[in-house]
């Protein structure tokens, strides 16, 4: 079976609609999130090793006028937020619901899900602000 375009045919993004982009996406965010997981796990294992090491290793990450951890979080609440909301789009499609709308069903899920991630988000801030954060 010959494919269009080969392999240089899915980088190509002319002429692709939006279910290509939810499509990519997708497997992209979840690829993310279990990178994610893995280094999260990498991180906790270090306190096996004493806290000594553990705080040396959160130091190394939170150096600099910006911590990382911080903008990896919004960037991962952003990922969350998207796969979990597509996610859910693709379970109804799948028992028959929404399929002959299913462009207007992603955007309204995407709609929620980023203002349910930024009332997250404003929450966090103001928890991290008045100190009830790390």
């Known amino acids: 079976m010959k494919t269009k375009g080969g392999i240089t045919g899915w980088v190509r993004i002319s002429h692709k609609g939006i279910g290509f982009f939810a499509y990519t996406m997708h497997r992209i965010s ?3 999130i279990v990178l994610y997981l893995y280094l999260h796990y990498f991180v906790l294992s270090n306190l096996l090793r004493g806290g000594a090491t553990f705080n040396s290793i959160i130091t190394a990450f939170t150096y600099g006028p910006f911590d990382i951890f911080i ?3 919004v960037l991962l609440s952003l990922v ?3 796969h979990g909301a597509n996610g859910i789009r693709l379970m109804l499609n799948e028992v028959g619901i929404g399929v002959k709308q299913h462009k207007l069903l992603f955007y309204a899920f995407e ?3 980023m203002t349910v991630m930024l009332l997250f ?4 801030w103001q928890t991290l602000l008045s100190g009830g954060g790390v």
């Open 80 to 82: 969350i937020f998207y």
């Open 71 to 73: 903008i990896m979080d």
């Open 111 to 113: 709609i929620v899900a």
């Open 30 to 32: 979840g690829v993310v």
């Open 121 to 124: 988000l404003y929450f966090a």
